[in-house]
Every structure is written in C-alpha cells, then in structure tokens.
C-alpha cells in the first residue's frame, strides 16, 4: 500500500479581514503616489528639459536627452533602495520600512515643484533635480519589497494573485492620474504658463497625497501575522522571520530570474505607458495634448486588464496568463506602433491599438507582483522581489527614454519603440514558461 503524497496546502486565513483591506489599502496608496510621480516626469519630459536642461540656445534634442538621463539615474538607485528598505523591512518590519519609504518619496517630490531652474541659478539647477531624483529612487525601490510583501501576505486564500494585482493597478491609477493631471494643465493654461509655473502644479500635489499614506501605513499592524498550516507549521507572513535563511546563491539565482520573467512587462510597459508622450510630439510632431491623450487611452487599457488577470492567474496560475501578455505584446508591438504612426489612419484605430499595447502589458503586471512573492521565502521576501523589480525597471524602464530617443534621432528608424517592446518580452517569455504551472496552489513560504 503506497503512502499518498500531499498536494499543495491552502493555509486557512489567519489575517482578519479588516486586516487584509488595511494592508491592501496602505500598500497600494504609496505606490499610487510613486507611480503618479514617475508618470508627471514623463509627461512633462519635454517642458522639464527646457527648465532644467536646455541653456539659451542648447539643442531641444540634446535637453531631452538628458532629461532621461536623470530619469535613468533614478531608476539606478532603485536596486539600492529596494536592498536597504528590503532589508529593513525583513529584519524589523514591513511597516516601518513602508512609513519610511513614503516619507522620503513625498518629500523629494514636493521639493522638485519648488526648485529654481536653470535660468535662474543656472548649472546647479539640473544637479539638483537629479539629486531629488536620487532620492525618489531610493525610496521607491524600498516601496515595492514592502507593499507587495504585505498584500500578498496578508491575502485571503486563493486570492493572493488579485491582492497582489492592486500594486500593479495603482500603478495604472497613478500613471492615470498623471496624465489627466498633465491634460487638464496643458488645457487650461497657455504654454508659456505651462513651461513657467503650471509643471510645478502636479509635482505639489504630492503632499496631500504623501499625508494621507502616511497616516494610513502608521494604522498598519506592527507585526503582520504569518500564515499557518494545519499542524501549526509557519508558512510566511512578515512576522515568520526564524528557521534557516535561504543560502545567498538561491536568492542571487531567483533575482536574476524574477529580472527575466519581469523585463518584458518594465520595457513594455515603460514604452507605452509612459515615454510615448515624448516620442509622438519629438518624431511623430504629434500636440503635447494629443499625445498626453493617447497615452490615457494606453493607460486606461493597462488599468482594465490588471485586476481581471490577477484574478484569472489565481484559477489558472500565473504562468499561462503572463505569457499570454508578453506574447501578445511581442506579436503585435511592430503592426500597433506602424498604426499609430500612419498620418492617414483614423483617429479611432489609434485609440484602440494604445488601448490593446496597453491591455497586454497588464496581463503582465497582474499577476507580477504574486509571482515574484512566490519565488522569495519571508526571510528575504522583501528584499529579494524587491531588487528583482528594481533592477529589472533599472535597466528596461528606466532607459527606455533614453535608448529610444537616443537611437532614433541618431538612426532616423520610427520602429525602436517597437523592436524594443517585442525583443523584451520574447525574452521574458523563456523565463516564464520556468515557472510551475501550480505555484499559485502552493503557499507562500
């Protein structure tokens, strides 16, 4: 008579419910205001590299260029932070690592709405910029470890792919939130109000908001309680913390690995959602108005597939639902930007095809956040899918300003926002079909 072999155990909920909206609530706000941020840096790319960047007779190209520069540097930093903040939040909590990282987030944001620009103290002017944007990396390379860590964490049974797809819609939200912020501006005010006062408006606002995720990450639990398996085995959670630590090589090799499953989905994402302002006005001659609004339509895309995807990857897992995203983002990159670019083509088509690059990238990020949850036991979970996402919006993200504008004006090729989208995600593909078709079942370590 043969012994059966146990299947993957579903810890019952030992979170209570009120718990759980608390942590899904106080990890989504600060990534809102995160997100909100890096998109107003996008969207005012152009009028933030006439400001900062762009001396009396300087080269429009040449500012801009350098505008993603320190839009790339940010992105630098944020493997840093997400190693500090992570290891923080592992060893103390994930709390006061997450009052932390929002602090100094909405401080440096603030301060940038303040700053004087270069024609009034000349070359110290994009020095400090890029300081602030430092500081804004750091602190949201510390965000993600941590909020994902919680919302996962805390998520009822069977539920922890959708929990986790709420980082990735407030990504969305605050991309959105950007951009409606962005149009309403450029709507409202004349463009010399816009370069001289108006940018200075959606960089403010962060204070308010900052205040509010503050207060709601202050009512957070100390210590978030583990999950538990019959038996009263601990299974994860923020407060499970003892047992043996993973071996530094096993994490070192699922970082790398997190950083190829989640490519695709920062340099697509990035591509669509966020530098395409810049590229339609810079090559394409496109209105700063009408540029802002087709990346609405993109965002508004990303936003309404997020949090059916997370749900669909907890029936099905996260493997197939990913994959689907990033092949369909690799098939069609090329066929949607070349109907965005034609000058005959109906204002509709466009719309739609933003829309669906969009809808592909948030079959990514839907279930993302989960996936990477599960590669990490709680030990090092936030620290290790938190360098994961930083170092893979590092490289793929936070260049994709750059690498696209840079190599378009020098090739004069209108295609790189789309060979670059495609290559990505055929990338991310191999590294997602590693994944067990049943991690979703499984409970977190």
Known sequence: MTTPVPGPVRPPATVRPDDARRALVAGSVGNF????????????????????????????????????????????????????FGRFGDRVGRRPALVLVVCLMTGATAMIGLLPTYASIGAAAPWLLTLLRILQGLSAGGEFGGAVSVMTECAPPGRRGLYGAWQSFT??????????????????????QLHGWGWRVPFLLTLPLGLVALRLRLRLPPDEPPAVAPGGRALGGAGTRSGPRPRPGETVRAVVLGVGRMMGWSAAGYTFLVVMPSYLQSTLGTT?????????????GFAASILPAGRLSDRIGRRTVMVAGALLVAVLALPLLHLVQDPGGPAYAKGAALFAAGAGVGLMAGPGPAMLAEMFPARVRCTGLGLAYALSNAVFSGCAGLIITEVVERTGNLDVPGYYAAAACAVSVAALLTLRGDDHDRALR
């Open 33 to 84: 205001i995160e997100w909100y941020e890096f998109g107003i840096y996008g969207y005012f790319a152009t009028v933030i590299a006439a400001q900062f960047f762009t001396p009396a007779g300087g080269s429009e190209v040449e500012g801009l260029v350098k505008a993603y520069a320190s839009f790339a540097l940010a992105f630098f930093f944020r493997p840093v932070g997400a190693a500090v």
């Open 171 to 192: 990504v969305a939200l605050g991309l959105l939130a950007g951009a409606t912020v962005a149009v309403a501006l450029a709507s409202v005010l004349t463009a010399s």
């Open 288 to 300: 700063f108005q009408r540029a802002l609004l087709g990346t609405v339509l993109a965002n508004l």
